[in-house]
């Protein structure tokens, strides 16, 4: 929908991690995050993490929770970076987004989970971006870079909210309008 939009909450990592931090530290146990002084997309600074393995197959970096309003529509957006060129099939790093009720807690999913496309073909800061609007109940929202293997580096994520209400895009698909024979379905 066209709305104005204003942010809510900016990311750019400039001076630290800014309270991020690897959800499940304690089932995969061999990640690390750390604040990177020497690279970044718009100015220094930008935050890392390596991931060499372990039990589970991809790892979250997670925001704080971020006080939201239920029917606003978000535009979370942020550049990622992989140390290395992945061709098609070996796509990694991508951002995550999690609605909460009143009590976030990160370990488990959200209201709504959504995920952007993953990153490959450069080794450079990608654009990745998701648009949703805010599900009912919704209080509370996270960001998170996911990752599999490797080292991913994360900067400038933004938060956009709508001013007014929007009303969900997906609360009735448009699609099942016309009438279906059953026959047809398996």
Known sequence: PQVSMQTLKEFSFDKNEEGWKIISAKAVDDQ???????????QLGSIVTVRSGGRFP????????????????????????????????????FLRVDFYADD????????????SSRVYDTDDWTLKKITDVAPKGAKFVTVSIGIGAGKMGADDIVIEESNDEVPDPIASPPYTKDFIDPSYIY
Do not use: C, Q, W
């Not at 971020?66 to 140390?83: P, Q, W």
């Not at 976030?104 to 995920?115: A, C, F, H, M, S």
């Open 58 to 93: 991809t790892a979250r970096l997670t925001s704080g929770p971020v006080a939201m309003k239920e029917n606003h529509l978000y535009v979370i957006s942020g550049f990622l970076k992989t140390d290395r060129k992945l061709a098609s099939r070996e796509r990694d790093g």
């Open 32 to 42: 690390l995050i750390k604040f990177d002084s020497n690279n970044g997309k718009n």
């Open 104 to 115: 976030p807690d990160l370990e488990n999913l959200g209201i709504r989970t959504d995920v």
